[in-house]
């Protein structure tokens, strides 16, 4: 297993539907805000791995399982971990706490690592499905 690293954040009105809920891609932005700012405190942030060795981390896949939707200005913690990886792929865990601890989103990404004149390359095919 790999290291867990968390952050609160309470959720702004902009991300609220007309319910008060937050929107389903907004949850995903804010983990992956979460990931990127665990990659940067290892040393191995996004740019740094553009940067360096021209290599992006593209999303393949998500599975996420929803028991409730977070409240505009309700406090939350995003957990992350890196589960396993090897050359290509990364698999990655999110859970969403509420602010009493209780899990309410739970949620599995899997990452690719590509050369960026490759990623180009599939950007125009990706859009046209």
Known sequence: ??????????IPFDMADMNGHIKLPD???LSLQVSGMQSIEL???DKDMLDQYNLVWIITDYDIDVTRLPRFAEEITI????????????YRRFTIFDEAGEAIIKMMATFVLSWTGIAARFVPLILRL
Do not use: D, P, W
């Open 79 to 90: 957990e992350t971990e890196a589960l396993t990886y090897n050359r290509l792929f990364c």
């Open 43 to 45: 040393g191995v942030s």
């Open 1 to 10: 297993m790999g290291l867990t690293y968390q952050m609160k954040m309470k």
């Open 27 to 29: 949850v995903i932005l």
